[in-house]
């Protein structure tokens, strides 16, 4: 079973920037690809960024591009999502999901965190 815990949410202004982490246990960290997801109220979950196993190929939501940038340590079996120049669009909660393979696509997410909130005030 896998087991994913975020953290590194919190509130921020406007053009801040926050960070975001995942730890994942219980599986083979480094053989899947892994992705963060959001949840704004009265929204359906939406796909923010994705990355493959061992790092090579990235792909991001295309709100996000440019201010986003996610990435992984394999040795520290922990993904990250670091967030800049934030807007209050970006308010959400934001869960950490492990692909059932090793590649980035949406519909293999499988496994999911129990999310951080990040709140983006004007």
């Known amino acids: 079973q896998v087991q994913l815990v975020e953290s590194g949410g919190g509130s921020v202004q406007a053009g801040g920037s926050l960070r975001l982490s995942c730890v994942a246990s219980?599986?083979?960290?480094?053989?899947?690809?892994m992705g963060w997801f959001r949840q704004a109220p009265g929204k359906e979950r939406e796909f923010v960024a994705a990355?493959?196993?061992?790092?090579?190929?990235?792909n991001y939501a295309d709100s996000v591009k440019g201010r986003f940038t996610i990435s992984r340590d394999n040795a520290k079996n922990t993904l990250y999502l670091q967030m800049n120049s934030l807007t209050p669009e970006d308010t959400a909660v934001y869960y950490c999901?492990?692909?059932?393979?090793?590649?980035?696509?949406?519909?293999?997410?499988?496994?999911w965190g129990q999310g951080t909130q990040v709140t983006v005030s004007s």
């Open positions: 999901a492990a692909n059932r393979w090793s590649s980035t696509y949406q519909k293999f997410f499988n496994s």
């Open positions: 219980g599986h083979t960290f480094s053989s899947r690809g």
């Open positions: 990355i493959d196993s061992i790092g090579r190929i990235t």
